[in-house]
């Protein structure tokens, strides 16, 4: 039965890497960033590699032998199918003119993407300004390490990618949208989505990277996003995730932070069977900012996963991070958020809390804020809470004269307000808020 077993695994990576090569030879215009040799080293870690099980340690809570049980391919793109006006959109058009990049299924979709400016850059690898070519060359060779199975899977497809190039000293004033969406196809289908994003030295950018699929989709997502932050920039960064219940979203986020740099994430994660983020934060000079705001919705049977890590390597690094899970039915949520201080990371400031609020006796949180420390010279905390809906607070809500569902949905809103309220983007907040009021 083991041996069945791990031959499963393997012809299921082998398949993903065949179909990756098929994709790989439809779209060769991105030979000019010398991604062969990155998809060639990819390819021969996917077939070395283990398909991650629960009794691999940073697995253990998440299950995914139900992804081996279905077949992947890699569909069209049905862009003439697609109609924005049937999606709700976290960011409203702006003067006829929207910051947006549409892919479809992993391929760019120009007639549904607008808004691009001469002073920067918003759009796919194959259409970057020569003068930028360099930059994001060296961005994907260094970002492009090969350390998990997952992110491996990612390179080894890769011949386009979402891009966005910020020119030192600039600050854009409208947010950017990044719109990746899953559409049907006659067979489940697989996307693997990658994006990059750059903020030279000086410069500010706000971006929401969103996942959602159109029907009831049966697919598999596996996204890579590698983020630059130069020194003295900042990148204000919301990830939201609200992909169809047959979903199964696996995505990771590097971020590489320069000296004096700011980086916010507001990762929103409310779809997906399954779902699992991971975001890893490399502070690359002193006097860095990190603050990362989660927030995880699950209802159902979900299962929804965050793994995290800020790595301090410099003095005077503060970090903040707040995670909060809303888990109700039998659906179940894990969060493990690891802060590394290195030894020459003295002075560092961290601190790190996981809420979570669990609304039926069979839903379920595994939560483990964890800290590293060999610097003996800093300030750090961690904690996590885990609690239900007060009685009390029930009851003084209904002799106001709200029903119970109403009184409710009034607590989980306020549990969710304190991450809500600090996206920079009032028509994501209103949005998500809705979203959850469905949820219950």
């Known amino acids: 039965m083991i041996n069945t077993q791990v031959a499963t695994r393997e012809m299921f990576l082998a398949d993903l890497v065949n179909q990756c090569g098929n994709l790989e030879a439809a779209n060769s215009e991105s030979s000019a960033y010398g991604l062969q040799d990155l998809r060639d080293a990819a390819t021969e870690y996917v077939l070395a590699a283990n398909f991650p099980t629960v009794r691999d340690e940073e697995w253990r809570f998440t299950d995914l032998s139900s992804l081996l049980q279905t077949q992947f391919n890699v569909p069209q793109s049905n862009q003439s199918a697609i109609k924005l006006s049937d999606i709700t959109m976290p960011v409203k058009d702006k003067n006829d003119l929207p910051l947006r990049l549409v892919f479809v299924n992993g391929v760019y979709a120009p007639d549904l993407s607008t808004g691009n400016l001469p002073d920067f850059y918003v759009g796919n690898l194959s259409n970057v300004p020569e003068k930028y070519q360099a930059r994001i060359t060296d961005v994907l060779s260094k970002h492009s390490q090969q350390t998990e199975v997952f992110t491996a899977l990612n390179t080894a497809g890769l011949a386009d990618s979402a891009v966005v190039f910020v020119p030192a000293n600039m600050s854009v004033e409208r947010p950017i949208h990044l719109l990746f969406l899953t559409a049907p ?12 994003v750059i903020a030279e030295p000086g410069s500010n950018v706000t971006l929401v990277e969103d996942y959602a699929t159109i029907g009831n989709v049966a697919a598999f997502t ?20 609200r992909e169809g219940l047959n979903v199964v979203h696996i995505g990771k986020s590097a971020i590489a932070q320069s000296r004096n740099s700011s980086y916010t994430c507001h990762a929103i994660s409310l779809g997906g069977k399954i779902s699992r983020h991971n975001l890893e934060v490399f502070q690359g000079g002193e006097g860095t900012e990190t603050t990362l705001n989660g927030l995880t919705v699950a209802f159902g049977e979900q299962l929804s996963d965050t793994h995290s890590l800020i790595d301090f390597n410099h003095p005077h690094g503060t970090s903040r991070q707040l995670h909060k899970c809303i888990i109700g039915n039998k659906a179940r949520a894990v969060f493990n958020g690891k802060v590394f201080v290195r030894k020459a990371a003295q002075l560092t400031d961290a601190g790190q809390l996981s809420r979570n609020l669990l609304l039926s006796p069979r839903a379920r949180v595994d939560t483990k ?57 009032i028509g994501v907040a209103k949005m998500l808020s809705t979203c959850v009021a469905m949820q219950e």
């Open 185 to 196: 196809g006659a067979s489940p289908t697989m996307c693997q989505p990658h994006c990059v």
């Open 222 to 241: 596996n996204a890579v996003t590698d983020v630059v932050v130069g020194e003295n920039a900042a990148v204000n960064h919301v990830r939201l995730q």
């Open 369 to 425: 804020p964890q800290l590293e420390i060999v610097a003996d010279n800093v300030k750090c905390s961690h904690g996590a809470t885990v609690s239900q809906l007060e009685d009390d607070e029930l009851f003084y809500l209904q002799s106001r004269g709200l029903n119970l569902e109403r009184s409710r949905y009034l607590l989980i809103d306020a549990f969710a307000a304190e991450i809500l309220n600090m996206l920079p983007i």
